[in-house]
């Protein structure tokens, strides 16, 4: 069974400009979240997705939006990027559930904002 | 509002030695608790889980128990290995699919 896959692996954008990132979860997850990682804060969740709906939302700017389609991949969006935005970005899925059970990690896109 | 605390690193020790860290959390309710490891250049995995009080995850010799009295679930291996360098992370998910994750444990094990 394929892992979670994350596109692209590496991307480079100025700033103010706005970032696409994609991922696909296992097959049969209808879970996706995702995550940003730093160095300085570690990971803090964005947002989760199940069946095209965003069921729960972390503390960043609208700047950063998501959507899930209906064969469960998954996209993010980031506009107007800042230096600051500047991180690894993880995808996870998992079976969907009231409780969690296990995340499934993709390897992550590493952006960076010049 | 909710969150995990775990020690500080990095934590460099000599193969064979004993490993522990510390991971406390604040949650209302049941949590259900994690430790995932992160290898250079890949995302997370899951090592261990615990639903329950007093429950005891266990996996590749890694061991942790869910202490409610103390809000602690602490990680334990008895004797690390070269390939045990990573990053560990203490988590928990109090409902849902939202998971909270501390901040992250280096770990390098020298030979």
């Known amino acids: 069974k394929a892992g979670v896959t994350q596109t692209p692996r590496y991307l480079i954008k100025t700033r103010g400009q706005q970032v696409t990132l994609s991922c696909s979860p296992i097959?049969?997850?209808?879970?996706v979240s995702w995550y940003q990682q730093t160095p300085g804060q570690g990971l803090q969740f964005l947002f989760e997705?199940?069946?095209?709906?965003?069921?729960n939302k972390g503390n960043f700017p609208g700047r950063f939006s998501g959507r899930q389609f209906s064969n469960s991949r998954s996209e993010m969006n980031v506009s107007t990027l800042e230096l600051g935005d500047s991180a690894l970005y993880l995808c996870?899925?998992?079976?969907?559930?009231?409780?969690?059970?296990?995340?499934?990690f993709g390897s992550g896109t590493q952006l960076s904002v010049l | 509002g909710d969150s995990v605390t775990q020690m500080e690193g990095p934590v460099t020790l000599s193969e064979e030695a004993f490993l522990t860290i510390n991971c406390t959390y604040t949650?209302?309710?049941?949590?259900?608790l994690f430790w995932y490891v992160q290898y250079p250049g890949e995302g997370l995995q899951l090592l261990l889980k615990?639903?329950?009080?007093?429950d005891k995850g266990s996996n590749k010799g890694f061991e942790a128990t869910y202490r409610k009295e103390t809000t602690s679930f602490h990680l334990e291996k008895g004797s690390v290995q070269v390939s045990d360098s990573a990053v560990y992370f203490c988590?928990?998910?109090?409902?849902?699919?939202?998971?909270?994750f501390g901040t992250g444990t280096k770990l390098q094990v020298i030979p």
């Open positions: 997705y199940f069946s095209e709906t965003q069921r």
């Open positions: 949650a209302t309710g049941y949590p259900s």
């Open positions: 996870a899925s998992s079976l969907a559930g009231d409780r969690v059970e296990k995340l499934f």
């Open positions: 988590a928990y998910s109090g409902g849902y699919q939202k998971v909270t």
């Open positions: 097959s049969g997850h209808r879970s």
């Open positions: 615990a639903t329950k009080a007093d």
